[in-house]
T-cell receptor
Framework: DVKVTQSSRYLVKRTGEKVFLECVQD?????MFWYRQDPGLGLRLIYF???????EKGDIPEGYSVSREKKERFSLILESASTNQTSMYLC????????????FGQGTRLTVV | GEDVEQSLFLSVREGDSSVINCTYT??????LYWYKQEPGAGLQLLTY???NMDMKQDQRLTVLLNKKDKHLSLRIADTQTGDSAIYFC????????????WGLGTSLAVNP
C-alpha cells in the first residue's frame, strides 16, 4: 500500500515561531504537494515539487516555504507562524505521468495561538 | 480560468441512492476524479474517469460524464452510514499534469 506519512496529527504553536511540517512517502513518487484545507474554502495548493530540489508555488504560497532534499521527503515551513495559518495541512504525492492519482497523508491540524 | 464547482451539502436516507454533482470549466480535462474524505482523515481516491468515457461503474459507485455540458456525477447506490463523508471532485489539465483542480467538496450526511 502507498503510504504518505505526516509527522504530526496535531500541533499547537505560538505566533512568531518557525514551524516545520514533515511529509514522507514510500512509493518513489516524483510529485509531492502541500495543501491547506479550511471550511468553505476546500483544498488550496500551497507549494508542490516535481523533483528533488525543485519546487513551484501553488495558489497561496505567501508565508510558507518548502524543502525537498530527498525524493521521499517534502517539508513545509512556516517562517513566522501567524494565527491566520491555523488550518488543516495535507500532504500528497503522485507519479508524474498524466493519470495523476494523488495519495494523501492523514493531515496535520495546526493551531497557532 | 479553471474552475470546479460542487454543491456543498447533501442529505439522504440510509438505503437510498446519493447523487453528487460537479461542473467544470476546462473542456480539455484529461481525467476527472472523485475523492472521499472521512472525518479527521486525509483524502482517498474513490474512482476516476478518463475524459473520453461516458460512464464508469465500480460496485456501488457509478460515475457519469457529460462532456458537452462539462458535468460529472457520482452515484452511490444503497447509501450506508459509513458513506457519510466529504466528496471532492477534481480534474487534471493537459500540460499541467503536476496538479489537480479541486472542487470545494460536498458533505454527504446519511440518516438512519
Amino acid at each position: 500500500d502507498v503510504k504518505v506519512t505526516q509527522s504530526s496529527r496535531y500541533l499547537v504553536k505560538r505566533t512568531g515561531e518557525k514551524v516545520f511540517l514533515e511529509c514522507v512517502q514510500d512509493m518513489d513518487h516524483e510529485n509531492m504537494f502541500w495543501y491547506r484545507q479550511d471550511p468553505g474554502l476546500g483544498l488550496r495548493l500551497i507549494y508542490f515539487s516535481y523533483d528533488v530540489k525543485m519546487k513551484e508555488k501553488g495558489d497561496i504560497p505567501e508565508g510558507y516555504s518548502v524543502s525537498r532534499e530527498k525524493k521521499e521527503r517534502f517539508s513545509l515551513i512556516l517562517e513566522s507562524a501567524s494565527t491566520n495559518q491555523t488550518s488543516m495541512y495535507l500532504c500528497a504525492s503522485s507519479f508524474r505521468r498524466s493519470n495523476t492519482e494523488a495519495f494523501f497523508g492523514q493531515g496535520t491540524r495546526l493551531t497557532v495561538v | 480560468g479553471e474552475d470546479v464547482e460542487q454543491s456543498l451539502f447533501l442529505s439522504v436516507r440510509e438505503g437510498d441512492s446519493s447523487v453528487i454533482n460537479c461542473t467544470y470549466t476546462d473542456s480539455s480535462s484529461t481525467y476527472l476524479y472523485w475523492y472521499k474524505q472521512e472525518p479527521g482523515a486525509g483524502l482517498q481516491l474513490l474512482t476516476y474517469i478518463f475524459s473520453n468515457m461516458d460512464m464508469k461503474q465500480d460496485q456501488r459507485l457509478t460515475v457519469l460524464l457529460n462532456k458537452k455540458d462539462k458535468h460529472l456525477s457520482l452515484r452511490i447506490a444503497d447509501t450506508q452510514t459509513g458513506d457519510s463523508a466529504i466528496y471532492f471532485c477534481a480534474e487534471s489539465i493537459p500540460g499541467n499534469n503536476r496538479k489537480l483542480i479541486w472542487g470545494l467538496g460536498t458533505s454527504l450526511a446519511v440518516n438512519p
